[in-house]
């Protein structure tokens, strides 16, 4: 599956950006979809996850409720709601899909769990 992140830009701290990450190639709804993010000098991290049919979702800890991951299937689209952002959201931004199946229940928040990725989209937060 092709994966294609889009809806970065740059905003003010306090604001809010929707990202939509779009497949195609194959059925969407067979896989997982993640976020994660990669912030400049550090290493790449889980930002949510969302089972293939969106009944279940993860954060990152971090988030503290202020994003929100959905998928609709019938668009092969998944989204990622971001409210509140701060400076310290500045990051590129990637969504990945994966089998939703995991030996063991943390598997899902590492990367090595998803097998497609899109090229990233670059989210700015200015203060």
């Known amino acids: 599956v092709q994966l294609q992140a889009s809806g970065g830009g740059l905003v003010q701290a306090g604001g809010s950006l929707r990202l939509s990450c779009v497949a195609s190639?194959?059925?969407?709804?067979?896989?997982?979809l993640a976020w994660f993010r990669r912030a400049p000098g550090k290493e790449r991290e889980f930002v949510a996850h969302?089972?293939?049919?969106?009944?279940?979702?993860y954060y990152g800890d971090f988030l503290q409720g202020r994003f929100t991951v959905s998928r609709d299937n019938a668009k092969n689209t998944g989204y990622l709601q971001m409210n509140y952002l701060s400076t310290e959201d500045t990051a590129v931004y990637f969504c990945a899909a994966g089998t939703d199946y995991y030996t063991n229940y943390n598997d899902r928040f590492y990367s090595k769990a998803y097998d497609y990725w899109g090229r990233g989209t670059q989210v700015t937060v200015s203060s």
């Open positions: 190639g194959r059925a969407f709804s067979n896989y997982a």
């Open positions: 969302a089972s293939w049919d969106g009944s279940a979702t």
